[in-house]
């Protein structure tokens, strides 16, 4: 074969504009692009060498305050606690449970997911077959009046 494949080496310097193009927030193709590097081959180097963003970042986060001790130091922001979940209806019907897992699959079969649809429409039947009794434990609660 008389092919032979180009390898492109880029010198130290060319290595150190990727590396602060890439630190600075430039996505990666498009340093890759600019600089005439294999995407792959920027992305391997930023990973052997902790110049990712993630790990930039964190050393920023760790990095002490110069002139400041720890007494003048802001603290870190109080997180807010996390809404406490809405209680589960002690009752859920399952007439309507399956008339909105048919609805359901409908609109999935007309975004093209008829795999899920299907497996949705198949698990809505089993619903369908079950009594309230085995699917809650407890027997079905009382009709109300009839609405006129």
């Given at each position: 074969?008389?092919?032979?494949r180009?390898?492109?080496?880029?010198?130290?310097?060319?290595?150190?504009?990727?590396?602060?193009?890439y630190?600075?927030?430039?996505?990666?193709p498009?340093?890759a692009?600019r600089?005439?590097?294999?995407?792959?081959?920027?992305?391997?180097?930023a990973?052997?060498?902790?110049?990712?963003?993630?790990?930039?970042?964190?050393?920023?986060?760790?990095?002490?305050?110069?002139?400041?001790?720890?007494?003048?130091?802001?603290?870190?922001?109080?997180?807010?606690?996390?809404?406490e979940?809405?209680?589960?209806?002690?009752?859920?019907?399952?007439?309507?449970?399956?008339?909105c897992?048919?609805?359901?699959?409908?609109?999935?079969?007309?975004?093209?997911r008829?795999?899920?649809?299907?497996?949705?429409?198949?698990?809505?039947?089993?619903?369908?077959?079950?009594?309230p009794?085995?699917?809650?434990?407890?027997?079905?609660?009382?009709?109300g009046?009839?609405?006129?």
């Amino acid at each position: 074969m008389d092919h032979h494949r180009l390898r492109k080496y880029r010198g130290p310097e060319t290595w150190a504009q990727v590396k602060a193009a890439y630190i600075a927030g430039e996505p990666a193709p498009a340093v890759a692009r600019r600089f005439d590097v294999g995407l792959s081959n920027l992305r391997r180097r930023a990973r052997l060498e902790g110049w990712t963003r993630n790990r930039i970042a964190g050393q920023l986060d760790l990095k002490p305050v110069r002139g400041a001790s720890d007494a003048t130091r802001p603290p870190p922001p109080a997180r807010a606690a996390p809404p406490e979940p809405e209680p589960m209806p002690p009752w859920i019907d399952p007439q309507v449970a399956y008339e909105c897992a048919m609805w359901r699959a409908a609109w999935m079969v007309s975004q093209g997911r008829a795999a899920e649809a299907e497996a949705l429409m198949k698990a809505a039947d089993r619903l369908k077959q079950m009594t309230p009794e085995l699917l809650f434990g407890r027997p079905a609660p009382p009709a109300g009046p009839a609405r006129t």
